[in-house]
């Protein structure tokens, strides 16, 4: 079985700080990881995805996730971050082994980042 | 491509009522996910399909709740009858395949 915990509600950073999301997963296989973001009333957006290869992953506006397999971490970081990165973020996790493609997603994190 | 389309975006009906939630996937994906989110149980998923049929119904709640994909490019989620503890917001999202999962704009359901 697979799973993700995302151990924080809450993230809050002000602007221009650095932030990271943090995501812990299991596995029984090797994982495909995933970060998504929902900004109020919308869907959930594709962020950035680890499958295989560097360990560091870069993704959209400026976010990238460290792909840890001793740690089996998957923490989402920005070196400096802008109130419009607001928002609710998921961490999701799917098993290699699996051969459908269902994500197991983490509870979300709000973030709040103060001017 | 337009991305994952789904209608209505918002519906309010009274409890007892048949709710039906429409997706159109991206064309050219195989998969199709139904997921439910609230505020006291997150990101749920309910039901999802591979070319057009249903491979896992677990997270359905209760009998009440039924998906169909009858083609590649159409599936709904029903609720009969519907209760107020339905209210959440559905999302629908597809997939090519072992990547990332697109996810519509969401249905807001409220019932009264």
């Known amino acids: 079985a697979q799973s993700v915990a995302q151990p924080e509600d809450q993230v809050n950073v002000a602007e221009g700080n650095p932030l990271t999301v943090k995501c812990t997963y299991s596995?029984?296989?090797?994982?495909?990881l995933f970060w998504y973001v929902q900004y109020p009333n919308r869907g959930l957006q594709f962020l950035l995805k680890?499958?295989?290869?560097?360990?560091l992953v870069k993704g959209s506006y400026g976010f990238e996730a460290e792909f840890n397999k001793s740690q089996t971490s998957f923490h989402l970081k920005k070196p400096s971050a802008l109130v419009s990165d607001s928002a609710l973020y998921f961490c999701?996790?799917?098993?290699?082994?699996?051969?459908?493609?269902?994500?197991?997603f983490g509870a979300g994190t709000q973030v709040v980042v103060t001017p | 491509d337009a991305g994952v389309i789904q209608s209505p975006r918002h519906e309010v009906t009274e409890m007892g009522q048949e709710v039906t939630l429409r997706c159109k996937p991206i064309?050219?994906?195989?998969?199709l996910f139904w997921y439910r989110q609230t505020m006291m149980r997150g990101l749920e998923l309910l039901i999802y399909?591979?070319?057009?049929?249903?491979?896992?119904d677990s997270g359905m709640p209760e009998d009440r709740f039924s998906a169909k994909m009858p083609n590649a490019s159409f599936s709904t989620l029903k609720i009969q009858p519907s209760e107020p503890r339905d209210s959440a917001v559905y999302f629908c999202?597809?997939?090519?395949?072992?990547?990332?999962?697109?996810f519509g704009p969401g249905t807001r359901l409220t019932v009264l």
């Open positions: 999202a597809s997939s090519p395949g072992v990547g990332e999962q697109f």
């Open positions: 596995v029984s296989g090797n994982p495909y």
């Open positions: 680890y499958i295989t290869g560097d360990n």
């Open positions: 999701a996790v799917r098993d290699s082994s699996d051969s459908w493609g269902k994500l197991q």
């Open positions: 064309s050219g994906h195989d998969y």
């Open positions: 399909f591979n070319n057009n049929v249903p491979i896992d």
